[in-house]
């Protein structure tokens, strides 16, 4: 069982510019969760996905948007990147509303 | 809404010494409650969780953590430290699969 993958693991974006980051969950698991982590912060939550939808939204602009896939597996779209922005995101996957396993996450530099 | 408060940013311990982190949070029901480790760059390990029952929980690695309901506190504790120990702990509430964190505390252990 590969668990949570996240791709990519690093990349650099320049301000202004869009990213896409993807996640594939643990087998098994119908439910995608995705949190940004600043630097010396918990992680904060951006949203959720559950067949397909997103269930729950946290505090985070429209700027952020999310999809899940037939097969579970889900993207976070950031639009108009600000040097704010810079963070590791982190996914986490889980049977409905089960326990949150986390992959090692996607640095992202905003420059 | 649900909050986490670790006290304790930074805590310093010698090797084979106990620990103890400290965790309060804020939640009108009984609480899921949860204690993460991250090591630098990595995402967040399950140590331990509770949810109902035996307010004395067990976990990974040699780790206990205890819930008081009376002082709304989920205390996470090592009888003996080993120098792998050393990470950045997040306590952290679910509510409906959302997992709201804590700040972190940075465990440093001395030889």
């Known amino acids: 069982d590969a668990g949570v993958t996240q791709s990519p693991t690093h990349l650099i974006k320049t301000r202004g510019q869009q990213v896409t980051l993807r996640c594939s969950p643990k087998?098994?698991?119908?439910?995608v969760s995705w949190y940004q982590q600043a630097l010396g912060q918990g992680p904060q939550f951006i949203f959720q996905?559950?067949?397909?939808?997103?269930?729950q939204r946290g505090n985070f602009p429209d700027r952020f948007s999310g999809h899940q896939f037939p097969n579970y597996s889900s993207e976070l779209n950031v639009n108009a990147l600000l040097l704010g922005d810079s963070a590791l995101y982190l996914c986490?996957?889980?049977?409905?509303?089960?326990?949150?396993?986390f992959g090692q996450g996607t640095r992202l530099t905003v420059v | 809404a649900q909050s986490v408060t670790q006290p304790d940013i930074h805590i310093t311990v010698s090797e084979g010494a106990s620990l103890e982190l400290r965790c309060n949070y804020s939640y009108g029901a009984t609480p899921y409650l949860f204690w993460y480790v991250q090591s630098p760059g990595q995402g967040l390990q399950l140590l331990l969780k509770?949810?109902?029952?035996?307010?004395l929980v067990q976990g990974i690695k040699g780790f206990e953590a205890e819930f008081k309901r009376s002082q709304s506190s989920f205390n996470l504790r090592k009888p003996s430290v080993h120098w792998s120990d050393a990470a950045e702990y997040f306590c952290?509430?679910?509510?409906?699969?959302?997992?709201?964190f804590g700040q972190g505390t940075i465990l440093t252990v001395h030889p």
């Open positions: 952290a509430v679910a509510r409906k699969g959302k997992l709201t």
């Open positions: 986490a996957s889980s049977l409905n509303e089960g326990h949150a396993f």
């Open positions: 087998s098994g698991h119908d439910t």
């Open positions: 996905y559950y067949e397909e939808e997103e269930r």
């Open positions: 509770y949810f109902s029952g035996d307010t």
